[in-house]
């Protein structure tokens, strides 16, 4: 397991649903691994050749018409090792936030600046709940595990919420601020 990283077991982890190619490793990331655990593309597309050389996949060739593809497939190495990190503790939590970079250099800036950041956080994690909302509503690609993904999503939407309203809060309080530098309450 040595060189494994939380991607690599991520990747077993879909692919101990079914076989994949990875485009649809990829795409299925974006769906559902992506709102807590973002990776670049080219990552998860060099990440089933690491799988394949430690043992925990195993990749065929296919063609579709004129096309290649490999699609990858977990060996019962691989789900041992899936196994086994499950059972491990996860590490704490990291959270990737440029917007609250933003907000916390904010005295750099001007208001307008504050507020453009305060309403596009907003905006976004109304998108972002629609998202999840609209997913939640539609037809599941597993539906022997819904309840699995209820559970992520379900703090995945309270989170989106509590961004909402932490947003709405924030631009109400800078709304009474002189400059971001000066945070003295403007005359009434």
């Known amino acids: 397991m040595r060189g494994m990283t939380t991607t690599s077991y991520a990747l077993l982890g879909l692919l101990a649903l079914q076989p994949w190619t990875t485009y649809e490793l990829a795409q299925q990331v974006r769906r559902s691994l992506s709102w807590f655990w973002p990776r670049t593309e080219r990552k ?20 579709t018409g004129r096309r290649k593809r490999t699609v990858y497939e977990i060996t019962p190495a691989g ?31 001007d208001l ?14 109304r998108g972002r709940l629609a998202q999840l909302t609209a997913m939640e ?7 022997q595990r819904r ?9 995945q939407q309270d989170q989106e919420r509590t961004t909402i309203t ?3 809060w924030a631009r109400a309080e800078v709304d009474g601020w002189h400059a971001t530098d000066d945070p003295r ?4």
């Open 44 to 63: 998860l597309y060099d990440e089933p050749k690491r799988l394949v050389a430690a043992g925990y996949a195993t990749a065929r060739e296919e063609f």
């Open 79 to 109: 789900r041992a090792a899936l196994r086994a990190w499950l059972a491990e503790p996860s590490a704490p939590p990291s959270r990737e936030d440029e917007a609250m970079v933003r907000v916390f250099f904010a005295d750099g800036g």
């Open 112 to 125: 307008d600046a504050l507020r453009a950041t305060l309403a596009a956080m907003e905006e976004g994690a």
């Open 137 to 143: 509503q539609g037809a599941y690609p597993f539906p």
């Open 147 to 155: 309840h699995i993904s209820e559970l992520a999503m379900r703090l």
């Open 166 to 168: 932490w947003a709405a």
């Open 185 to 188: 309450r403007v005359p009434q």
